[in-house]
């Protein structure tokens, strides 16, 4: 079956642009998670849903961050007024939502701004 | 102090070698453990879960020693497409909180 995707796979902006990245997770995966990982490091947690509701967003790094997931399906994490230090690769996993259940990762987007 | 600490190598192994990769984490709470393989460029993949008694699945083998809060990797007879990043992952006490990554530790097995 299809796995999770990600769009866009690269996004080039500018410092100070406001862009959105696109998490499909897999069908009937209940649980979505958004992680960040910067060059030579593993990815950091940054938010976890539960259905539509955000049930942990403390790895978010500051009010800049914001992600959203209205139906419990599709998420969209939004970052404002872009800093070069946003610059990674922006991972995006799902997962059943049930106790053990393992996370799928979808292929990235590779933010980079100038 | 990281959560997850492993050696970010570059292990460069011959063809046939066994190679062991080590992590350690700081939070004794923790209660999944898992080795996750990245290649390059690409997502992090679940490679195997590591359980108390150890468990083995093929070349593989995955230790976790609780009291020391040590978790290991063990590949034998490394392959040429075992090279990639090895990622040292812990979870906490709740199904469904994040998953803490180590940095990762570099393999490149060469012919």
């Known amino acids: 079956g299809a796995g999770v995707s990600q769009t866009p796979s690269n996004k080039v902006t500018e410092k100070g642009k406001y862009v959105e990245l696109r998490c499909d997770p897999i069908s009937g995966h209940t649980a979505l998670y958004w992680y960040r990982q910067s060059l030579g490091q593993g990815p950091e947690f940054l938010i976890y849903?539960?259905?539509?509701?955000?049930?942990?967003d403390s790895g978010l790094p500051n009010d800049r961050f914001f992600a959203v997931r209205p139906e419990g399906s599709v998420s969209t994490l939004k970052i404002q007024r872009t800093e070069r230090g946003d610059s990674a690769v922006y991972l995006c996993?799902?997962?059943?939502?049930?106790?053990?259940?393992?996370?799928?990762f979808g292929p990235g987007t590779r933010l980079t701004v100038l | 102090r990281k959560e997850v600490e492993q050696d970010p190598g570059p292990f460069n192994v011959p063809e046939g070698a066994t190679v062991a990769f080590n992590c350690t984490y700081s939070n004794s709470a923790s209660q999944s453990f898992f080795w996750y393989r990245q290649d390059c460029r690409k997502e992090p993949k679940l490679l195997m879960s590591?359980?108390?008694s150890g468990n083995e699945d093929g070349r593989f083998t995955a230790q976790l020693n609780r009291a020391s809060q040590y978790i290991s990797l063990l590949i034998r007879d490394s392959k040429l497409s075992d090279s990639a990043t090895y990622l040292c992952?812990?979870?906490?006490?709740?199904?469904?909180?994040?998953?803490?990554f180590g940095k990762g530790t570099r393999l490149s097995v060469i012919a």
């Open positions: 849903f539960q259905g539509t509701g955000a049930a942990d």
């Open positions: 992952v812990v979870r906490g006490n709740s199904g469904n909180t994040p998953l803490v």
């Open positions: 996993a799902s997962s059943l939502g049930q106790l053990t259940d393992t996370q799928y």
């Open positions: 590591v359980y108390s």
